[in-house]
């Protein structure tokens, strides 16, 4: 089990193996952009991970791709649908403001 801290907000919900950082956030934030369902082929739930990014699946190409193609990506940069929780440290993502999805 780990905690996910979410930014802005300061929300911290639990959060077990095997979790999307999607389904998390949306427990938290039920509003939060998601348009293809976490199919990772729109780009809108691309969040910043602060904290704890070993504590996450790895970036795997499909995320990878999909990545590429957004406004505003970085290195802390992960599509939350893809990011999966390993329940070995706790996790702390930014939700973006400039999220960019088609
Ligand atoms: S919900 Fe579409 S890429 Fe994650």
Redesign the pocket.
């Known amino acids: 089990m780990s905690m996910v801290t979410i930014l802005p907000s300061g929300k911290t919900i639990e959060a077990g193996e095997g979790d999307s950082l999607?389904s998390v956030i949306l427990r938290a934030d039920g509003g939060f952009s998601?348009?293809?369902?976490?199919?990772?082929?729109?780009?809108?739930?691309h969040v910043f991970v602060h904290g704890g990014r070993k504590g996450l699946s790895r970036i795997a190409r499909e995320e990878n791709d999909?990545l590429d193609t957004l406004i505003g990506v970085g290195a802390k940069s992960r599509?939350?649908?893809?990011a999966l929780v390993l329940g070995t440290e706790d996790v702390t993502v930014e939700l973006l403001s400039f999220a960019s999805g088609i």
């Open positions: 999607l998601h348009k293809c369902e976490g199919k990772a082929s729109c780009g809108t739930c999909k599509l939350a649908c893809q």
